[in-house]
């Protein structure tokens, strides 16, 4: 039985286990209804461990338990067992029955599609045997699997097969989390590695037998990992064998089980005709991500699960890197700022905010966020800029060297680089602890010489130190000082610029009457060094100057989207048509072949619906949803109407060269093509788009032209030859469900997910399916916000429907009710209504209350 008592872990309380696990043996008879697990476990009491033992266990049935051979009867709890045991060390053998066939929540052993997987991250173990289910307890696994499955996997090295058993061994003492079993009907394709000290690793992608031609560009993708961090960071492979299976039904992206990662088929499976670009570039950084928590997470792990930040911060910020040095840096930089501020910055702003190390949770599944994620790398990345890289990577080799083999907190993490730099860096470690985004304020002053900047910083707590990349331009626009970090380390700093030592000084506040004429413009906050809001007090044309000349290209596309969005809430808030200056100067960087192809696709993005909302949230305003999405058709009428001659050129000029190959270059230009195609569409109509989505040879072209032929209601044939030639390949054709969704307006979007999830092809027990169809709805934000209700509707039956199969599933769909409290006084009720129907369900999993009791406030 589920326990869904709300039970709130602290960190405060945390207490070491009482007994360290020596040695672990698991013996698995596989078997579809009632599989035994049987565990022989060795536990060596520590100085403070009590006459009584508890361990975890959910779901099992124990059949015998012994103790140093003698049989013992525990008391069983419905989240463990205790027993009493002795005061020196003592072996501990249990055998338990489990069903795999009727796991539906995804989490311990389970079946996707006749093969048997494992997901113990966060507390799935449990569910396999009983357990000291919990990060800071390590041991060495050795797994002995029976079954007639032709594959049989598990942890570390294989140590012995024969007909119907295969056994593993893993050398590396590990937490349970970090447990895998596979057994199926799988090929594979394989490679080796030679590692930098010379050990040969044998490398194999499983699939389902029929997918193995769309393996290898995440075999490619391991390998260049594990090259890259060899070189990069020095960190080298440990096993004779890294195995990777893909499986349909999986909650998360993949995992970093040891030696054997267990991936959703949707970041391996990838050929051109299937995978768009995003995919490939996706499974290139979720394949290098599992492989670098090797050492980030695996060979170093967390003390608890509040610490979860510091092997996800760590490891997003190592996989961020490596796209960089795959692709292109400048523009990596400018989609992780894109997800931060959509994703990131919403969370920190209502009611679902918490810090990325957070001090209470109920769920720790509720915690895998973008906030432990993507804010977690951002504060590795501000930390790497304030120390410089050689200071951030010789404290990174101490924490390498200090803690290898051990489960490690935030505080061991920051004390190396404290170490490194000799010197206290107590302001920073706030970004870890404190929640929300530092709100930041520049203003200028010129007297005529010498320009000074004050900057200040509001955060819910204290000052926290803020690294801000500063450059300057001339009046045309030309650099006239280089970048500079300038850290804000107290809530108020001043800094005066100094042309003839090209250096900022620290300065007192300044006086006199400010000049306007010659003055020098800042870019500020370049590459997105500190993920704050910014206000610099910037009229709009520093910002086309910006936008037009600076040599940081995430500012440059900053400034331009700045400029946008003000044209668009201008549209929805006033009617006022957008700036024709704006969209020249747009009209400009679109042209400009001097610069990257995907640098100009996100130039010609637009911000999201949900983007405008919040703006105008902040601004104190109510966003209307039909407004944004209205206002977002016209701003796209005027930009088509004034490039239209631009973008069929474009149009033209990128026609793929030779064969796609799914590169950064390739993709850029594609991005830029399509972008151009969907935009000219507006004003030509759907022949392009039908004529590229018979002629494409790639996903990416195609499914761009499918979405278009959707949004001009012309996608009938389309839609049917895509169903008729995908029905039977589930990753792709959850691009069929989702895009539908996706691409329509307003209501249509409800009725369409309604419609799918009745369509044969729909599966509820298949996450992937239900995010595409379900998910996609969620996030349609004119769709959702329909002001009849329905989306609400749909999509509270749909939570209280999952749940009781799939909490973790069922708990995700529950975040976009997080901005609620945005919307008018009849949105904010039905919201309230939908939400409180979900909290008042039968039986509700602790997953789902907690997230609706805190979206609830
Ligand atoms: N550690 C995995 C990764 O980031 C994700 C595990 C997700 N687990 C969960 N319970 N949500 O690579
Ligand atoms: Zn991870």
Known sequence: MKDTAPRTTRLADYRPFGWRVTEVHLTFRLAPGATRVLSRIRFAPLDHAPARMTLDGEGLTLISALIDGAPVSPDLTTDGLTVDVPPAPFLWEAEVEIAPEGNTALEGLYMSGGIYCTQCEAEGFRRITYYPDRPDVMAPFTVRIESDLPVLLSNGN??????????????????????????????????????????????????????????????????????????????????????????DDFNAGAMENKGLNIFNSKYVLASPETATDRDFEGIEAVV?????????????????????????????????????????????????????????????????????????????????????????????????????????????????????????????????FQEVAGDTLDGFARWWTEAGTPRVTVSRHWDGETLTLSVRQETLGGPRWIPLAVGLLGPDGEEIAPTTLLTLKDTEAHWRYVPSTATWETCSAPNGQPKTDGAPLPSIN????????????????????????????????????????????????????????????MGRAVRDDALDPAFRALVMGLPSDDDIAQTLAEAGRTPDPDLIETGRERLREAIAALLAGDLRRLYADLAPVGPYRPDADGAGRRALRCAALSCLSVVDGPDAARALYSQADNMTERLAALSVLLRLGAAEDALADFHARWSRTPDVLDKWFALQVGSVKGSRAVETALRLTRHPDFDWRRPNRVRSVLGTMLRHHAGFHSADGAGYKVAADWIVRLDPANPQLAAGLTSPFQTWRRYDGDRQGMMRDALERIASADGLSRDTSEMVGRILG
């Not at 024969?162 to 989390?177: L, Q, R, T, V």
């Not at 930098?196 to 995440?218: F, H, I, K, Q, S």
């Not at 610099?536 to 400029?563: K, S, V, Y």
């Not at 549209?571 to 006022?576: F, G, H, K, P, Q």
Request: hydrophobic content about 40%; charged content about 25%.
């Open 288 to 416: 290098a991500h599992e492989y670098f928590h090797n050492w980030t997470g695996n060979r170093i792990t967390c003390r608890d699960w509040f610490q979860l930040c510091l092997k996800e911060g760590l490891t997003v910020y190592r996989d961020q890197e490596f796209t960089s040095d795959m692709r292109s840096r400048a523009v990596k930089r400018i989609e992780d700022a894109l997800l931060l501020r959509a994703a990131q910055f919403r969370e920190d702003a209502g009611p679902l905010a918490h810090p990325p190390r957070p001090d209470t949770y109920v769920e720790i599944n509720n915690f895998y966020t973008v906030t432990v994620y993507e804010k977690g790398a951002e504060v590795v990345r501000m930390l790497a800029s304030v120390l410089g890289p050689e200071t951030f990577a010789t404290g990174l080799e101490l924490y390498f060297a200090r803690h290898d083999g051990h489960a490690a907190t935030i505080e061991e993490f920051f004390a190396c």
């Open 526 to 585: 370049r590459g997105f060094s500190a993920p704050v809001l910014l206000e610099a007090g910037m009229t709009d044309a520093e910002r086309r100057l910006i936008f037009g000349h600076d040599t940081d290209p995430f500012n440059r596309w900053d400034a331009g989207r700045q400029l946008i969005r003000a044209g668009f809430i201008g549209l929805v808030t006033e009617d006022r048509e957008p700036d024709p200056e704006t969209l020249a100067a």
């Open 158 to 247: 294989p140590t012995g097969s024969g007909p119907g058993f295969a056994e593993w061994h893993d050398p590396w003492p590990k937490p349970s989390y970090l447990f895998a079993l596979v057994a199926g009907n799988l090929v594979a394709t394989s490679a080796s590695f030679q590692t930098a000290e010379g050990r040969d690793v044998e490398l194999n992608v499983w699939v389902r037998p029929g997918d193995e031609g769309r393996t290898g560009y995440a075999l490619d993708s391991l390998i260049r990992s594990m090259r890259w961090d060899e070189d990069r960071f020095g960190r080298v492979y440990d096993l004779d064998v890294f195995n990777i299976v893909a499986v």
